[in-house]
């Protein structure tokens, strides 16, 4: 089945630096989502990309959807303590609402 | 904005019980919900997609049998886990979709369940 591949899989920071994170995956998505979990919480949405080679900002955080459908990656600016967590990207391959997940990457930062 | 309920937050049980967790839009119709599985440290994985009025669509290796999932009305979904046993310990999480579009798409806060 389809799969998506997020690197990396944790990551701890400094407060202010900037963050980077990625997926690929093998198959064509039609789209692209960037989702934060909390402990104990369900996934909330940040950024949905909808066509290749979009690039979409909410706020401090950046997200590209790949030109070629199999990738994206989010970047997020100027870290603050409250962006630790678990990001999650997913992919929606016919708009359906049915998700495919990426494995997480879980931030860390330092104040 | 649209909020998805889930209940129980977190449920423990005895090994051979069932439990039935219930997923509710609370200001919206969902004619389509999913339910979710996450394990410890893992992503989440799909179950099945539960359809108003209809069968339940199952993920390869799901068990339908095991994990009844009824949707009965535009607003409540349930996922009944049947003769659980410890290893179906888990974090599950339904989400619900309120129209086209991934921001028409809502997650509930999940929960926990514990099989002693």
């Known amino acids: 089945g389809q799969q998506l591949n997020q690197s990396p899989q944790s990551m701890f920071i400094q407060e202010g630096e900037d963050v980077s994170m990625n997926c690929t995956s093998s198959s064509i998505f039609n789209t692209w989502l960037w989702y934060k979990q909390d402990p104990g919480e369900g996934p909330v949405l940040l950024i949905a990309?909808?066509?290749?080679?979009e690039l979409t900002s909410n706020g401090r955080l950046t997200a590209q959807f790949g030109t070629t459908r199999k990738d994206s990656f989010l970047n997020i600016s100027a870290s603050i303590p409250s962006d630790v967590g678990i990001y999650f990207c997913?992919?929606?391959?016919?708009?359906?609402?049915?998700?495919?997940f990426g494995q997480g990457t879980t931030l860390q930062v330092k104040p | 904005g649209a909020v998805v309920s889930q209940h129980p937050s977190w449920v423990i049980c005895k090994s051979g019980t069932s439990v039935k967790i219930e997923c509710r839009s609370l200001d919206f119709q969902a004619t389509t919900m999913f339910w979710y599985r996450q394990f410890p440290k893992q992503s989440l994985m799909l179950m099945a997609t539960?359809?108003?009025?209809?069968?339940?669509?199952?993920e390869q290796g799901v068990e339908k049998d095991k994990f009844l999932i009824n949707h009965a009305s535009l607003t409540l979904s349930t996922l009944t886990v049947t003769s659980a046993h410890p290893e179906d310990s888990s974090f599950y999480i339904c989400?619900?979709?309120?129209?086209?579009?991934?921001?028409?798409?809502?997650f509930g806060s999940g929960t926990q369940l514990s099989v002693l």
């Open positions: 990309l909808y066509k290749a080679g």
């Open positions: 989400s619900a979709r309120g129209g086209y579009g991934a921001e028409k798409l809502f």
């Open positions: 997913a992919g929606d391959s016919g708009n359906t609402g049915k998700l495919i």
């Open positions: 539960s359809n108003e009025g209809s069968k339940a669509t199952y």
